[in-house]
């Protein structure tokens, strides 16, 4: 099959006209594949039959590696980042092409494999929009000036005579496309980054995609069955394979392998212990097969005998009570904030007030389960998956092959979810590792759903104590936040980590949320890793990360001193957010800082009428507020959630949510609403139904029949609203989750007066809590 046959069949695809991505297969043939995954950044083009000659062999114009436009005018954007399910490239390319003045219907993306000349790779934290935006602006900026320049000269005109709308230089009554300008003009020049950054840039006011309804460039294959995620990927002559999996993370180490019931199992083909250099699956077997039924049977037959690791015997409970000890100690941890004067505050303090809350380990349960496929191909180790750190893990699994890095390719797909547990490609090495044992050959490892559970990076239980100097008037004159959990960057990224105010390196992603916009006075965050939850499992990265719990924290506690001083928690919050000092905000990521925040507050009030409409009994609303995920690139949210209380069986129903956002520029208006939404509801899923916890070493739940997040019956109805800004974006993948936990409780206490500290909130912890308040 030739270069433009392949291309004409991915167009097919795309069109619907090609077979369904369940029969897909990549052809084991050359290094091009089916569905034309840039190598050098260029824009594949597909030209009908009768066409010009000169116009096929017309090369693209590629200013920059981000962005190319062809003879016939379809402009292709490379997209680093990951999709699944965001529209991270619709949203990218609108970035673009905004700024260059393409045509929408006539641009396309490109989801590209690893090279270096990429940069990092990764998807995740929000990053995506925000990291992007000015480096694509200059992009699109860098092919709109060129053609205006170009087109000019064919129009024989100047430049300054001469507009850029809808893919086409206009010139009074002329026009010329950017296809005819590319076909005829030949452009050649490139930018440089440094020259891209002085390009003068459209105003918001001259946006005509950015923030407006556009098509999704992704839905149509999405919807026609075309598009090829990662478990779709297949390779002439491969086999497949499933992990038996040790009884511990770490440590276990194999004793005996009895593979005589496997045997029995039609398609078996051998089993492989396999080594890793990488420690990255330490006492993993795997099961080889030719079909994949055959390797579930036959790896359930696959009688294995290990010596466990250490953490075989260790609970959830051990885990929390671990970090407690941690917090108890105050030498220990990292300090994002130790204000000086905080220790002399407290020791004045009129009164001191404490409170610990809690979290359940959360699992990530992406509908599609892990897997990876792997050979050696043409001299190059070859990783076929989804994932969201491909600059972190194709380092990883180098080592674990023990070749250099430029000998390994990633092959980037579709994710069937994400929501961080593919930013670790631990599920990658083995399969890597498989190939490699069986000389090369290409293997399929696919994860069953009890395999992908067992082997998750879990979201860690987490610990943390909040504690608030009080003055004599009652006013919070200084303020200590500890949180202990499992560190997933330091497991993984260790050099990712930031350092702290003592200079000790802490992961910013088991921290953040804590070091809040509110004037408290001086402040003492600390971060704390727990080592034993660190070595019982591998802490992951799950949507929002630490932004999950320690608005928990902070929110509920705030509500509660609010309430003991017969205070409205609302004005309470709005009297803390005076924008000063630290928390004043600075350009381009922060501008106006918390009054800010306290804008988004005021405007959920209004809008979900708190405290000025009447609610039936045992119903109520509360309230919380944060800044997304990050400090360092803030979106700043206020959520509000009306909740129903059954005294008699505890079950409390989340009847509506109302959120408020100011995200600065809202690129896509549909992809931001259904991110937040989405956010909100995992919010809402990990606040009132979805937690596991560790039993004997490993997670208790192993699948959905007693892993209960949240089911359709339970959403409840939501109004979601974005502030109007010109300000840079700022990340929508996580700050829908923030607000969520920490208002349903607050709005459970507004309801029938019980306060609840541990995540999720079960109707046995609410009847308890009525019990004991009835008894008080």
Same mark, same amino acid.
């Not at 292709?76 to 699944?84: G, L, P, S, T, Y």
């Not at 990429?118 to 900026?141: E, I, K, P």
């Not at 660190?534 to 705030?558: I, Q």
């Given at each position: 099959?030739?270069?433009?046959?392949?291309?004409?069949?991915?167009?097919?695809?795309?069109?619907?006209?090609?077979?369904?991505?369940?029969?897909? $297969?990549?052809?084991?043939?050359?290094?091009?594949?089916?569905?034309?995954?840039?190598?050098?950044?260029?824009?594949?083009?597909?030209?009908?039959?009768?066409?010009?000659?000169?116009?096929?062999?017309?090369?693209?114009?590629?200013?920059?590696?981000?962005?190319?436009?062809?003879?016939?005018?379809?402009?292709?954007?490379?997209?680093?980042?990951?999709?699944?399910?965001?529209?991270?490239? #619709?949203?990218?390319?609108?970035?673009?092409?905004?700024?260059?003045?393409?045509?929408?219907?006539?641009?396309?993306?490109?989801?590209?494999?690893?090279?270096?000349?990429?940069?990092?790779?990764?998807?995740?934290?929000?990053?995506?929009?925000?990291?992007?935006?000015?480096?694509?602006?200059?992009?699109?900026?860098?092919?709109?000036?060129?053609?205006?320049?170009?087109?000019?000269?064919?129009?024989?005109?100047?430049?300054?005579?001469?507009?850029?709308?809808?893919?086409?230089?206009?010139?009074?009554?002329?026009?010329?496309?950017?296809?005819?300008?590319?076909?005829?003009?030949?452009?050649?020049? #490139?930018? #440089?980054?440094?020259?891209?950054?002085?390009?003068?840039?459209?105003?918001?006011?001259?946006?005509?995609?950015?923030?407006?309804?556009?098509?999704?460039?992704?839905?149509?294959?999405?919807?026609?069955?075309?598009?090829?995620?990662?478990?779709?990927?297949?390779?002439?002559?491969?086999?497949?394979?499933?992990?038996?999996?040790?009884?511990?993370?770490?440590?276990?180490?194999?004793?005996?392998?009895?593979?005589?019931?496997?045997?029995?199992?039609?398609?078996?083909?051998?089993?492989?212990?396999?080594?890793?250099?990488?420690?990255?699956?330490?006492?993993?077997?795997?099961?080889?097969?030719?079909?994949?039924?055959?390797?579930?049977?036959? #790896?359930?037959?696959?009688?294995?005998?290990?010596?466990?690791?250490?953490?075989?015997?260790?609970?959830?409970?051990?885990?929390?009570?671990?970090?407690?000890?941690?917090?108890?100690?105050?030498?220990?941890?990292?300090?994002?904030?130790?204000?000086?004067?905080?220790?002399?505050?407290?020791?004045?303090?009129?009164?001191?007030?404490?409170?610990?809350?809690?979290?359940?380990?959360?699992?990530?349960?992406?509908?599609?389960?892990?897997?990876?496929?792997?050979?050696?191909?043409?001299?190059?180790?070859?990783?076929?998956?989804?994932?969201?750190?491909?600059?972190?893990?194709?380092?990883?699994?180098?080592?674990? $092959?023990?070749?250099?890095?430029?000998?390994?390719?990633?092959?980037?797909?579709?994710?069937?979810?994400?929501?961080?547990?593919?930013?670790?490609?631990?599920?990658?090495?083995?399969?890597?590792?498989?190939?490699?044992?069986?000389?090369?050959?290409?293997?399929?490892?696919?994860?069953?759903?009890?395999?992908?559970?067992?082997?998750?990076?879990?979201?860690?239980?987490?610990?943390?104590?909040?504690?608030?100097?009080?003055?004599?008037?009652?006013?919070?004159?200084?303020?200590?936040?500890?949180?202990?959990?499992?560190?997933?960057?330091?497991?993984?990224?260790?050099?990712?980590?930031?350092?702290?105010?003592?200079?000790?390196?802490?992961?910013?992603?088991?921290?953040?949320?804590?070091?809040?916009?509110?004037?408290?006075?001086?402040?003492?965050?600390?971060?704390?890793?727990?080592?034993?939850?660190?070595?019982?499992?591998?802490?992951?990265?799950?949507?929002?990360?630490?932004?999950?719990?320690?608005?928990?924290?902070?929110?509920?506690?705030?509500?509660?001193?609010?309430?003991?001083?017969?205070?409205?928690?609302?004005?309470?919050?709005?009297?803390?957010?005076?924008?000063?000092?630290?928390?004043?905000?600075?350009?381009?990521?922060?501008?106006?800082?918390?009054?800010?925040?306290?804008?988004?507050?005021?405007?959920?009030?209004?809008?979900?009428?708190?405290?000025?409409?009447?609610?039936?009994?045992?119903?109520?609303?509360?309230?919380?507020?944060?800044?997304?995920?990050?400090?360092?690139?803030?979106?700043?949210?206020?959520?509000?959630?009306?909740?129903?209380?059954?005294?008699?069986?505890?079950?409390?129903?989340?009847?509506?949510?109302?959120?408020?956002?100011?995200?600065?520029?809202?690129?896509?208006?549909?992809?931001?609403?259904?991110?937040?939404?989405?956010?909100?509801?995992?919010?809402?899923?990990?606040?009132?139904?979805?937690?596991?916890?560790?039993?004997?070493?490993?997670?208790?739940?192993?699948?959905?029949?007693?892993?209960?997040?949240?089911?359709?019956?339970?959403?409840?109805?939501?109004?979601?609203?974005?502030?109007?800004?010109?300000?840079?974006?700022?990340?929508?993948?996580?700050?829908?989750?923030?607000?969520?936990?920490?208002?349903?409780?607050?709005?459970?206490?507004?309801?029938?007066?019980?306060?609840?500290?541990?995540?999720?909130?079960?109707?046995?912890?609410?009847?308890?809590?009525?019990?004991?308040?009835?008894?008080?």
């Amino acid at each position: 099959m030739g270069k433009l046959e392949r291309i004409a069949a991915q167009q097919d695809r795309a069109a619907g006209r090609g077979p369904s991505r369940r029969s897909f $297969l990549l052809t084991a043939a050359g290094s091009a594949f089916l569905f034309g995954f840039a190598r050098q950044g260029k824009a594949a083009q597909v030209y009908p039959q009768g066409a010009p000659e000169a116009l096929k062999e017309a090369a693209a114009f590629e200013p920059t590696i981000w962005c190319s436009i062809a003879p016939d005018g379809w402009v292709n954007v490379n997209i680093i980042r990951a999709e699944m399910g965001q529209h991270i490239g #619709t949203a990218l390319a609108r970035i673009i092409a905004d700024e260059m003045e393409a045509d929408w219907n006539k641009v396309r993306i490109t989801y590209v494999d690893t090279d270096p000349k990429w940069g990092l790779m990764v998807t995740g934290g929000s990053w995506s929009v925000w990291m992007t935006w000015d480096q694509f602006r200059q992009a699109g900026a860098a092919a709109r000036t060129v053609m205006v320049e170009q087109g000019a000269k064919l129009l024989g005109v100047s430049p300054a005579a001469c507009i850029a709308r809808n893919g086409q230089v206009i010139a009074g009554g002329r026009s010329i496309s950017y296809g005819d300008i590319v076909s005829r003009a030949h452009p050649t020049k #490139t930018y #440089t980054p440094e020259e891209m950054a002085k390009l003068p840039l459209k105003p918001a006011s001259e946006h005509r995609l950015i923030g407006k309804d556009v098509k999704a460039l992704d839905i149509p294959s999405k919807t026609n069955g075309t598009a090829i995620y990662g478990i779709d990927a297949k390779l002439e002559g491969m086999v497949y394979a499933r992990p038996k999996l040790p009884p511990t993370r770490y440590g276990s180490k194999v004793v005996s392998v009895d593979d005589s019931e496997a045997k029995k199992v039609k398609g078996y083909i051998r089993y492989i212990v396999l080594e890793d250099p990488s420690d990255t699956v330490p006492g993993w077997v795997a099961v080889l097969a030719s079909s994949y039924p055959a390797a579930i049977r036959a #790896t359930d037959a696959l009688k294995v005998v290990w010596t466990p690791g250490k953490t075989a015997n260790i609970t959830e409970q051990d885990i929390l009570d671990y970090g407690r000890k941690q917090i108890a100690n105050k030498a220990g941890g990292s300090c994002v904030f130790n204000d000086p004067g905080v220790d002399e505050t407290f020791a004045k303090a009129a009164k001191v007030v404490e409170q610990t809350y809690t979290c359940s380990s959360v699992l990530h349960y992406q509908l599609e389960p892990m897997n990876a496929l792997a050979r050696q191909h043409e001299g190059k180790w070859e990783v076929h998956c989804g994932n969201q750190w491909q600059t972190l893990f194709l380092p990883v699994i180098a080592k674990a $092959l023990q070749v250099p890095e430029s000998e390994v390719v990633m092959r980037s797909y579709l994710l069937g979810g994400g929501f961080g547990r593919r930013l670790n490609g631990d599920y990658a090495v083995p399969a890597a590792l498989i190939s490699k044992a069986i000389g090369g050959k290409p293997v399929k490892l696919i994860f069953t759903r009890s395999d992908d559970v067992l082997f998750d990076s879990i979201r860690s239980p987490s610990v943390q104590t909040v504690r608030a100097a009080l003055g004599q008037d009652g006013a919070i004159t200084a303020w200590q936040h500890h949180a202990s959990a499992g560190w997933p960057t330091r497991v993984m990224a260790s050099a990712f980590m930031e350092k702290g105010a003592d200079g000790k390196p802490y992961d910013q992603f088991a921290i953040a949320g804590a070091d809040h916009w509110y004037d408290v006075g001086p402040m003492l965050v600390r971060a704390l890793d727990n080592e034993l939850a660190s070595e019982t499992f591998r802490p992951g990265w799950l949507r929002s990360v630490s932004s999950g719990w320690t608005p928990w924290a902070h929110e509920s506690f705030l509500d509660e001193i609010a309430y003991a001083r017969k205070l409205d928690p609302v004005d309470y919050r709005l009297s803390l957010l005076d924008s000063k000092g630290r928390n004043a905000g600075s350009a381009p990521n922060s501008v106006g800082g918390a009054s800010r925040q306290a804008n988004v507050l005021r405007h959920l009030v209004e809008k979900c009428g708190y405290g000025k409409v009447s609610l039936p009994a045992d119903t109520a609303i509360g309230i919380a507020t944060t800044f997304g995920q990050e400090r360092a690139m803030p979106t700043w949210t206020a959520g509000a959630v009306q909740v129903h209380v059954d005294r008699k069986t505890g079950v409390v129903t989340c009847q509506k949510i109302w959120l408020v956002l100011d995200a600065g520029t809202i690129i896509d208006p549909d992809g931001a609403a259904a991110q937040t939404e989405g956010g909100a509801l995992w919010g809402l899923s990990m606040a009132l139904f979805e937690g596991t916890e560790i039993v004997d070493g490993n997670v208790r739940d192993r699948n959905l029949n007693t892993y209960t997040p949240l089911r359709i019956a339970d959403v409840p109805e939501m109004d979601v609203e974005f502030l109007p800004s010109t300000e840079k974006p700022m990340g929508l993948g996580e700050p829908g989750v923030t607000t969520i936990a920490p208002a349903v409780g607050n709005a459970i206490f507004n309801a029938v007066g019980v306060r609840l500290r541990h995540l999720p909130i079960r109707p046995a912890d609410v009847l308890k809590a009525l019990k004991e308040k009835g008894n008080a």
